[in-house]
């Protein structure tokens, strides 16, 4: 067969990595006419290369010798000459206004080895093969395909669906236009009668809900597909009878019901936006400041080796951009990829291979960012990190707090476990737990080590000292401790304070208040040091060191004595003997600590209503639950309504602080309530940091800031405090854009919506 045979018989898989190089962030658009970019799509693994990586993925498949992976399809495209759409536009979302073919012309070649077998130029070429290199330029990008996917999961079928059967008889053709009002576009097909109704009117969409008036003469025509977005990987199916987005999980069903409307779907390519599409639009309303008090542009700085590059907004991934800002642009002390070094030379598959995807990252953002002006698009970078993790694989915005722990814990398992030293070390560090019971004095101390301090604000709307807050944090609090010594439920206080310090100490005050028992955001300001730039005051943390246990002055408490709880034998026999259920006077002994029939009966006449009486006990196990918090705490919130066992977690995660319990059980109402006692900032045993309080003293560096009604919603940016000309000043990083924040209106939206700052040691 020859290489042009060899072309037409390809199977084309569903996803193509052209976004981009496997390497480096070189693309195939030419937007000054020229072919200068241009991409080398590997026809063996359908991963693509500029010129120069091309060589390297010969190289590293050793495609000399065996002949792999040495067959290319070169794309190159290049801008109109009378199409005078922004570039900005087109790299914010991956859904043009206009259609690509609109703006570029293509252009294309095949390379076998190192000889051109047929280009664009070509006359008499086989249709076959023009064909194939259309199906190629038209297939999803991995990035397109990654945001589709992880948003259909969450659509589902409703009845109407699983109901639904392919109308008898020969497939019909369907209209153009919406059979009311003639609307050539946002037209929805009825997939029981073929009817072709407009949609209803969106922003920027013309629509009239003719397909809404066609439901409601017909109730029994629920299901309508859009067909300007329906391709083999993206459809809009709604049920109107349902009122929701709907989804076909019978393949076979969804084939055949659109086959007999002689639409197949194979060869469609999405023409309008999809609903998903159009929803991460309207997540991009909350924006920063980017003009000063006078109205002028902040200054612009230019990608450069000082300032590093932009990162693009893939959809609601601004969280992750202004983690990496801080963290490869000096937010965290020396913290740095370089040890790294270079590509690995074993590696086939770049494209969804984490090291490799951030050394591509690391490579565009500090070794060569000037060649990115407009900055760069870390699609096949989030593709590597979020892999399978639910959340951070999906195109919803999140936390960016978890997000740094998940990631910075992510290269501990597969990225710094190779290298001679751990630059997530730099900001973490050890808490000492100390628990002294106020009867017999005896105390117990525990460790663990933590990547970041988290601080509740207290809930008014003054605005509070960040270093009063730690030290409300680190101050003593009585919890209930069944003492080992006196063997009896005393109140002990327990206090913490740092066993050891962090080179960069990363604080988030957690900016949630209740209200009417729902968490709410607020936007206190928060005073600190060095929120102007011209304040060099630091932040000391010296006096919150622990100073350990003192074997002269204290007496510890045996370690390891579990607590399981024993009814008194006698009393539950009388209590069943009185007709309550064994679980009830289990449960009445436990919150009346065993002192008898009297105390366990006017506990169970007061509960005598709870709906759970019943059910079996939730009792703290052990002295390691037993001593985080109050059994008549856990009572107090199960009396809300709220979930025993999740209560029971909540207040266990939460060292037994109700309202922050609270809030947390409504932000996991679909949590197990299994209690992993590994939380993921506990690393047994492991001492971080220095110890040497003197030296405890921190200056402020990198602020990652939020605006939204929730930390799941709304845009998170970037400040980081960097040296422009001769001066420090706050840089935000606000995805691909980086200007000077100095502004007074930047310094107010600093101090409102912190949400991370990042102290580096002076
Ligand atoms: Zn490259
Ligand atoms: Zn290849
Ligand atoms: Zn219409
Ligand atoms: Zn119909
Ligand atoms: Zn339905
Ligand atoms: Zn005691």
Avoid at 53 to 68: E, I, K, M
Avoid at 413 to 425: A, Q
Avoid at 506 to 524: E, F, H
Avoid at 625 to 654: F, H, T, W
Wanted: proline share 4%.
């Amino acid at each position: 067969m020859s290489v042009i045979d060899d072309f037409i018989n390809l199977q084309i898989p569903s996803v193509i990595f052209k976004d981009d190089c496997g390497y480096c962030y070189e693309t195939m658009y030419n937007d000054d006419f020229t072919t200068s970019h241009c991409l080398n799509v590997c026809l063996h693994c359908f991963q693509s290369f500029c010129p120069e990586h091309t060589t390297l993925h010969r190289r590293v498949t050793g495609a000399g010798s065996n002949g792999c992976h040495d067959f290319y399809l070169k794309l190159s495209k290049v801008k109109k000459a009378d199409v005078g759409e922004p570039t900005e536009k087109k790299l914010k979302l991956e859904i043009n206004e206009k259609s690509e073919d609109e703006v570029y012309d293509s252009y294309w070649s095949l390379i076998k080895g190192t000889s051109s077998i047929a280009d664009n130029q070509t006359q008499g070429l086989d249709p076959k093969v023009t064909n194939k290199v259309k199906n190629i330029l038209q297939a999803r990008s991995s990035n397109f395909q990654q945001m589709a996917n992880s948003w259909q999961l969450e659509v589902k079928a409703c009845e109407h669906v699983k109901s639904f059967t392919v109308s008898a008889g020969a497939a019909q053709d369907v209209g153009k236009n919406c059979a009311d009002c003639d609307l050539g576009n946002n037209l929805w097909l009825c997939l029981h009668c073929g009817h072709l109704g407009c949609g209803r009117q969106q922003v920027g969409i013309e629509g009239h809900s003719h397909a809404l008036a066609h439901f409601q003469q017909h109730p029994d025509h629920p299901l309508a597909v859009k067909l300007g977005s329906l391709s083999q990987s993206s459809a809009d199916v709604y049920c109107y009878a349902c009122d929701d987005e709907v989804h076909f999980d019978d393949s076979k069903v969804w084939v055949q019901a659109l086959a007999h409307w002689n639409i197949d779907i194979g060869d469609r390519v999405a023409q309008e936006k999809t609903l998903m599409e159009l929803q991460l639009e309207q997540n991009m309303n909350w924006d920063f400041q980017m003009v000063d008090s006078q109205g002028h542009d902040l200054q612009h700085l230019p990608s450069s080796a000082e300032f590093g590059c932009g990162l693009l907004n893939l959809g609601n991934s601004c969280y992750m951009n202004s983690v990496l800002q801080v963290l490869v642009n000096g937010g965290v002390f020396t913290w740095s990829l370089k040890e790294l070094g270079d590509f690995p030379a074993d590696v086939v598959y770049v494209s969804s291979n984490l090291k490799c995807q951030l050394l591509k990252l690391r490579n565009a953002m500090t070794v060569e960012p000037a060649k990115y002006s407009q900055g760069v698009k870390p699609t096949t970078f989030k593709r590597c990190i979020g892999g399978r993790h639910e959340e951070f694989s999906s195109g919803r915005q999140q936390d960016a707090l978890e997000f740094f722990s998940y990631f910075t814990n992510l290269l501990d398992k597969r990225v710094f476990n190779e290298t001679s030293s751990n630059p997530n070390d730099l900001f973490r560090f050890n808490v000492q737990d100390r628990l002294e019971c106020t009867k017999c004095h005896s105390v117990k101390y525990s460790s663990q080590s933590y990547d970041y301090l988290q601080v509740p604000l207290s809930e008014n709307d003054e605005p509070q000292e960040l270093s009063e807050r730690i030290s409300s944090y680190f101050a003593g609090e009585d919890v209930s401790f069944k003492c080992p010594y006196c063997k009896e439920m005393v109140t002990a206080v327990k206090s913490s304070g740092f066993q050891s310090f962090p080179k960069t100490l990363v604080v988030s005050p957690t900016r949630i208040k209740l209200v009417n028992w729902m968490p709410v955001k607020n936007s206190q300001e928060v005073l600190l040091p060095g929120i102007e730039t011209a304040d060099t005051s630091t932040l000391q943390l010296g006096a919150f060191k622990s100073h350990g246990f003192d074997s002269e002055k204290e007496r510890l408490l045996p370690e390891n004595e579990t607590n399981e709880f024993k009814p008194n034998v006698q009393c539950v026999a009388d209590l069943l003997e009185m007709g309550f259920t064994e679980n009830a006077a289990t449960k009445a002994l436990f919150y009346t600590n065993n002192s008898g029939m009297e105390d366990a009966m006017n506990w169970l006449f007061s509960h005598v209503e709870d709906p759970d009486l019943n059910e079996p006990a939730v009792l703290p196990t052990n002295t390691y639950e037993a001593e985080m918090y109050n059994p008549q705490e856990l009572e107090d919130m199960v009396s809300m309504g709220l979930d025993p066992q999740l209560c029971r977690k909540a207040l266990i995660l939460n060292q037994g602080n109700v309202t922050a319990s609270v809030e947390w059980v409504f932000n996991n109402l679909d949590d197990d309530g299994l209690i992993v006692k590994e939380t993921p900032v506990k690393k047994e045993d492991q001492m971080y940091g220095f110890s040497d309080e003197s030296l405890a003293n921190y200056s402020l560096k990198a602020v990652i800031c939020h605006k939204g009604s929730s930390v799941q919603s709304g845009h998170y940016v970037a400040f980081i405090k960097k040296q422009v000309g001769e001066q420090t000043k706050w840089v935000l990083y606000n995805d691909e854009k980086m200007v000077v924040a100095e502004d007074p209106m930047n310094i107010q939206e600093l101090k409102k919506n912190g949400y991370i700052y990042f102290f580096n040691r002076c």
